[in-house]
């Protein structure tokens, strides 16, 4: 009898640890286009607003420490989602 082997874990976790930073700053697109659109109740909103602080602080930071063109595409990348009135 063959035995099966079995698929190991470990490289689903690296990919998963990798990803999540990289889902969090894509994240920001629709919680920007949330802020700026108006389509929320009012108390959501304002909560929205309080919580942007603490939600945006980790890429606060990497848009001040990264390299000029990073920080173009980082910006790039909000303008998309902003409401343009």
Same mark, same amino acid.
């Given at each position: 009898?063959?035995?099966? $082997?079995?698929?190991? =874990?470990?490289?689903?976790? @690296? =990919? ?5 930073? /990289? ?6 697109? #629709?919680? =920007?286009?949330?802020?700026? +659109? +108006? =389509?929320? #109740? ?6 929205? /607003? $309080? ?5 945006? @602080? #980790?890429?606060?930071? /990497? +848009?001040? +420490?990264?390299?000029?063109? /990073? ?15």
């Amino acid at each position: 009898m063959s035995e099966q $082997r079995k698929n190991p =874990v470990w490289p689903w976790i @690296a =990919v998963m640890l990798l990803m999540l930073p /990289v889902l969090y700053l894509v994240s920001l697109g #629709p919680w =920007v286009w949330l802020l700026t +659109h +108006h =389509v929320l #109740p009012k108390s959501l909103e304002l909560w929205l /607003v $309080r919580a942007t602080n603490s939600y945006a @602080a #980790p890429s606060n930071f /990497v +848009h001040d +420490h990264a390299p000029q063109p /990073v920080q173009k595409i980082m910006e790039g990348y909000i303008q998309l989602w902003l409401a343009h009135e």
